[in-house]
């Protein structure tokens, strides 16, 4: 089984980048399933309805979310029109949306959690080894990937050692730099952080001149997106059709220049 992972989606520059050649990244990498963060898809800050349908119809299985999971109020009544996303599990109001999705795919039950850290995040809800530990109790699935939204490297690798004989990937998000630290132990995959889908010559995807006026004169902007040409990153995680365990993890980076 060859599942798919894009990072956070930002912006208008991300959506189109992914929606143009998401079906290209498929075919190349042979992908069965896809998953997509979108947690920035909607003019850098959370997502809406009709986001959801286009990522869907370019080809995602599931969207995972974020910590701007409720950022666009649009998406706070529509959920239920999004029935393949879901939001992090330790994330108030608990009570709209889901925290994990299960799939069938070529046979095989795929569970796909979304967590946040806490570290460095100040809009956690509980910490997300006491989350997915509750989850595992109700999860019943052949492969069950993370997207663990979080700040922290040493988050992140505490949650994978803890969790890496009980799952199959954990997958952070959230930074927007992809990491290079991708790795398969105990048949689980992990990397630090898919990075993005998004402005590539921009900071994290907002506009650069902004961000410096911001960060170097203490300017009150608005971090409008960048709408500079998208780098699409990712991972492609491999899995043993035998074991459902995981055999590899290649990590995938497109920037603008290289798409075709
Ligand atoms: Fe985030
Ligand atoms: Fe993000």
Known sequence: MNILFLGDVVARSGRDAVISYLPQIKKQYSADFTIING??????????SKIYRQLKEAGADVITLGN??????????NFSQCPDMIRPA????????????????????????NLLGTVF???????????????????????II??????????????????????????????HVQTADEQVTDGCAYITDAGMCGPFDSILGRDTDEVIR??????????????????ICGILIRTDDATNRCISAERIQIR?????
């Open 90 to 113: 330790n994330l108030e109001p608990a009570d709209i949306g889901k925290p994990y999705i299960i799939r069938e795919c070529r046979g095989r039950r795929i569970a796909v959690v």
């Open 214 to 231: 911001r960060m170097v004169y203490r300017e009150q902007t608005r971090f409008t997106p960048s709408d500079k040409p998208a780098v």
């Open 39 to 48: 947690e920035n898809s909607a003019h850098g800050k959370g997502i809406t």
């Open 68 to 77: 701007h999971t409720f950022s666009k109020s649009e998406i706070i009544g």
């Open 146 to 175: 993370v997207d663990l939204h979080a700040e922290a490297t040493s988050e992140k690798q505490v949650f994978y050692h803890i969790f890496r004989s009980r799952v199959t990937a954990v997958i952070g998000t959230h930074t």
């Open 256 to 260: 603008p220049e290289m798409r075709v």
């Open 121 to 143: 995040m100040d809009i956690a809800a509980g910490d997300p080894v006491t989350a997915m530990n509750s989850l595992l109790q109700e999860i019943d699935a052949d492969i």
